[in-house]
Nanobody
Framework: QVQLVESGGGLVQAGGSLRLSCAASGRTFSTVTVAWFRQAPGKEREFVSAISWSGLTTYYTDPVKGRFTCSRDNAKNTVYLQMSSLKPEDTAVYYC???????????????????WGKGTLVTVSA
């Protein structure tokens, strides 16, 4: 079992930055792939980013490439999502998810993930 808790969401103006954190507890965190998903009001949950257990491999959905950076500190059992140049369309609840069953890839499906946090709300005002 892996328990995940997101933090760092909030209200920010367009062009601003936020850093989300995903703190994990439970089984060996350093062996799992971690991904970020987001869900805007009235929309389906979508993939944002994924990172390998080592932190050496990352993937991003096209709308956030060049603006978001995913990293992890296995010593702290934490994964981060640094978000810059935020746009109103980035407004969503952001979820952290993990799986030990596979490595990261582009456009991971939410059904591939085994563990989920409860999410943190990011609101970007125009």
């Amino acid at each position: 079992q892996v328990q995940l808790v997101e933090s760092g969401g909030g209200l920010v103006q367009a062009g601003g930055s936020l850093r989300l954190s995903c703190a994990a507890s439970g089984r060996t965190f350093s062996t799992v792939t971690v991904a970020w998903f987001r869900q805007a009001p009235g929309k389906e949950r979508e993939f944002v980013s994924a990172i390998s257990w080592s932190g050496l491999t990352t993937y991003y959905t096209d709308p956030v490439k060049g603006r978001f950076t995913c990293s992890r500190d296995n010593a702290k059992n934490t994964v981060y999502l640094q978000m810059s140049s935020l746009k109103p369309e980035d407004t969503a609840v952001y979820y952290c998810a993990a799986t030990p069953r596979r490595g990261p890839s582009r456009d991971m499906a939410y059904r591939e993930m085994d563990y989920w946090g409860k999410g943190t709300l990011v609101t970007v005002s125009a």
